[in-house]
């Protein structure tokens, strides 16, 4: 685990995500000298060992430099139709750029919808580690001609993020047009400070990032961010750096002063539950009494059917549901171990009841610990229970 800027050159996976600000111009469309000294960088990487994902904007913006779609908003139909221009471009630049090295590229287009599904995910996982053992470069960007606002990541740094947590890397790099995260906006300061290293991420470096993003993308300061903040928590560290300067990747792995490096904590999550938090969408909501939210936040409990007050929606066993205390403010989210059908007919029943009323036993909890993330701050501790499956 990354824990200073010495460990980075103990990094032998990384996930280098670059920005649509980098890649495409209005005039020219691709910047392939800018791909070309990026690929130079990754393939120098590689050589020492260091495995290598590249999660890539700019299919769109191509694709609105070719249909020349530069000046106005464009529709959801009219996005997903710039992304088929634009994508092969970019996929044929990467690839010529890697050529040059005796490298091979492999296209990965995803949507949330992909990670969201255990199977898929798992797939996604082991399609990267296929790839990694014959040496070819994942490339990955959202599958744009097909997305839609639910199942859309949002930008390419939340993607990264995500992708980093799927393959097991050792730390996420964000290239930018800028060189970190500043105190203060550099372009209007010039006594605007780089931030070097963040251990805990907090409202003042949120304020820090403001919300402006480049021309082309839709990934400002507030989203990467935000994906760090993704990553991290996942055990993944991460990084932002500029990628207009030459070199700035390989001084960063080999423990250089370089961008905004942030640090694993000591109290990440596990995988899945990380995958439980921060990619599955919720399909119903669980409501409970406060002697069961307390039992959650306290103790690290299952939730037991005695707790439960009401519960909304349509699901199956294993989907993921929110879990709302009495107040109606959102605690937490997990895998349900029973239908919603089933829930609403045990909901306020003691666990030695549900044979009776369903016919069946197969778990005691509605939810189990191991399936189970707080998402609220007033976790005071994750403590066993001694609930049984």
């Known amino acids: 685990m ?10 032998r996976r990384i996930v280098v995500k670059i920005g649509s600000s980098l890649l495409a111009d209005a005039e020219s469309g691709i910047q392939q000298d800018v791909i070309d ?8 990487l590689m050589a020492l060992g260091i495995q290598v994902v ?11 430099v070719r249909l020349n779609w530069l000046d106005r908003e464009l529709s959801v139909h009219e996005k997903q139709a710039a992304a088929a221009i634009g994508q092969p471009k970019l996929m044929r630049a990467y690839g010529q750029a890697f050529d040059r090295h005796g490298l091979s590229v492999a296209q990965m287009l995803l949507t949330k919808d992909d990670l969201r599904h255990r199977r898929r995910y798992l797939n996604t996982s082991n399609t990267s580690e296929t790839l990694f053992s014959v040496g070819v470069v994942p490339i990955v960007n959202e599958n744009d001609t097909v997305v839609v606002a639910e199942i859309k990541f949002g930008d390419n740094d939340s993607l990264g993020a995500l ?10 790099v964000m290239l930018t ?28 470096h949120i304020a820090m990032a403001g919300d402006a993003g480049s021309s082309f993308g839709t990934g400002g300061m507030a989203s990467k961010l935000s994906a760090a903040s993704v990553a991290t928590g996942g055990g993944v560290a991460a990084a932002i750096i ?3 300067s030459k070199g700035t990747l390989s001084r960063l792995l080999a423990g250089g002063d370089e961008g905004t490096l942030f640090l694993c904590g000591e109290d990440r999550q596990t995988k899945r539950k990380h995958w439980i938090s921060e990619v599955l969408q919720a399909a119903g909501t669980i409501h409970i009494d406060q002697g069961a939210a307390n039992a959650l936040l306290k103790t690290g409990s299952s939730l037991l059917p005695v707790g439960v007050t009401a519960v909304d929606g ?3 066993k294993g989907d993921c549901v929110t879990i709302v205390d009495a107040a109606n403010t959102p605690i937490a989210k997990g895998l349900c171990n029973y239908t ?32 189970l993330v707080i998402t609220t701050a007033t976790l005071n501790s994750n403590s066993p229970s001694g609930d049984s499956t």
């Open 2 to 11: 990354i824990q200073s800027r010495s460990d980075l050159a103990q990094a």
């Open 37 to 44: 000294h990026l690929v130079g960088e990754v393939a120098r």
């Open 54 to 64: 590249i999660v890539t904007s700019g299919s769109v913006a191509l694709g609105r």
């Open 163 to 172: 992708v980093s947590l799927v393959v097991d890397a050792d730390l996420l």
């Open 177 to 204: 047009d800028v060189a970190g995260l500043y105190d203060k906006n550099p372009t209007q300061h010039a006594d605007a400070k780089r931030v070097d290293i963040i251990h805990h991420l907090n409202d003042e």
């Open 242 to 244: 500029s990628g207009q």
């Open 314 to 316: 349509v699901f199956d």
């Open 340 to 371: 919603a059908e089933e829930m609403r007919l045990i909901m306020g029943h003691g666990s030695d009841e549900i044979e009776a009323i369903l016919g069946f036993h197969d778990f005691s909890s509605l939810i189990h610990r191991d399936n």
